[in-house]
């Protein structure tokens, strides 16, 4: 996934100072258009209205994981790549989250200065 080619990002997770802080980031340094959401249902709805080019999800959120809303995109027949930012720095955990379909793992905590490159770089 080339940086050039991202352009719309969803972000759910249901840390607001999280949200802003990598709004904040990606939309400064990217130029990047980014919706974020606390609740995963919200986010499934705009994802179904409007197909964005990149999707951040945080691993462990109260009302829905992250692996149960990637089912739900992928049960939508969407090809967009899937990212996960977590906590989980276990080996099995990560190899877990990337065999459910996860196109990438960021492990917390997240250097912002690098997140760019993380993100959107392959």
Do not use: C
């Not at 930012?85 to 877990?96: D, V, Y």
């Amino acid at each position: 996934m080339r940086s050039e080619s991202v352009k719309r990002v969803i972000y759910v997770d249901d840390d607001e100072d999280m949200l802003l802080l990598i709004k904040a980031v990606l939309e400064q340094d990217s130029g990047l258009e980014v919706n974020t959401f606390t609740s995963p249902i919200h986010a499934l709805a705009e994802i179904s209205a409007k197909t964005p080019d990149l999707i951040i999800l945080d691993y462990q959120i109260p009302e829905m994981n992250g692996t149960q809303i990637m089912a739900r995109i992928h049960e939508m027949n969407l090809d967009v790549p899937i990212i996960f930012f977590t906590a989980q720095s276990a080996p099995e955990e990560i190899n877990k989250i990337q065999s459910l379909g996860a196109s990438k793992v960021i492990v917390k905590p997240i250097d912002i200065s690098k997140l760019h490159e993380k993100l959107l770089m392959t």
